[in-house]
């Protein structure tokens, strides 16, 4: 079982990238989804969360900046990210509680991380 995130990069400043997560493996189901970053020197931080019913939260940095999604058939999490500020440069990590036993226990994973750069 594992979480496999892409679609980092380098962007100019106001540009745009799609982040993509996709859960692999024997699952039963996925609860609660979520991205989260780490600048240089700085802490873990949380960048946006969506529950398996659709209902989203954002970091204040990011709020009308960035739309986390979920296809659930897929088991695959997005992250849209526009108008990118220097700000943004982080690794991106992902996360997802997984139900990998069929009796809705759930278990915390990460995803190994992509590096976002926003720089002219």
């Known amino acids: 079982v594992q979480l496999q995130a892409s679609g980092g990069g380098l962007v100019q400043p106001g540009g745009s990238l799609r982040l993509s997560c996709a859960a692999s493996?024997?699952?039963?189901?996925?609860?609660?989804m979520g991205w989260y970053r780490q600048a240089p020197g700085k802490q873990r931080e949380l960048v946006a969360t969506i529950t398996s019913g659709g209902s989203t939260r954002y970091a204040d940095s990011v709020k009308d900046r960035f739309t986390i999604s979920r296809d659930n058939a897929k088991n695959t999490m997005y992250l849209q990210m526009n108008s990118l500020k220097p700000e943004d440069t982080a690794v991106y990590y992902c996360?997802?509680?997984?139900?990998?036993?069929?009796?809705?226990?759930?278990?915390?994973?990460w995803g190994q991380g992509t590096q976002v750069t926003v720089s002219s």
């Open positions: 493996g024997r699952i039963f189901s996925i609860g609660n």
């Open positions: 996360n997802a509680a997984l139900d990998t036993s069929g009796v809705f226990y759930y278990s915390a994973y």
